[in-house]
């Protein structure tokens, strides 16, 4: 059965701290793509800078857009202080929820673009080379 649904997920490291370097953002670009395969979902983008990050997957009818993000970011968390990832006097922590949106098919193409900009969108909390997309 096809479907089209689409989410456009966001959040926030905790007191929006610039806690997501170049290794955090580097776990974070092999982790979520791996998370959304496992809840079934399918991942279009995902825009990380410093203090927050940005997903839009199409998912399947019954995802849960709770679990997925709260197992991205607690395993995200867990994987940086057992691996050592950035300053380990400032661990990735993150805010208590989450913001997401419903993107219709017609704009899909909108969306993904925006996501995918977000190093240009906020400059000073860009990140090199984390615009992703499959």
Do not use: N
């Not at 170049?22 to 079934?40: H, K, N, Y």
């Not at 995902?46 to 857009?65: A, E, Q």
């Not at 950035?86 to 909108?110: A, C, H, I, K």
């Amino acid at each position: 059965m096809r479907h089209r649904v689409y989410f456009h997920l966001v959040w926030t490291t905790q007191d929006r701290m610039p806690l997501i370097d170049e290794d955090r953002a580097r776990c974070l670009r092999r982790l979520v793509p791996t998370i959304a395969r496992e809840a079934g979902a399918h991942l279009m983008g995902l825009g990380i800078v410093t203090t927050h990050l940005h997903v839009l997957v199409r998912v399947p009818p019954g995802f849960d857009c709770g679990r997925f993000v709260g197992r991205t970011k607690s395993v995200s968390a867990l994987l940086a202080r057992r691996d050592r990832l950035g300053d380990q006097s400032r661990p990735l922590r993150w805010v208590e929820g989450y913001s997401v949106t419903s993107v219709g098919p017609g704009e899909v193409d909108r969306v993904q673009q925006y996501v995918l900009g977000q190093s240009r969108r906020h400059p000073r909390e860009a990140i090199g080379g984390t615009r992703t997309a499959d």
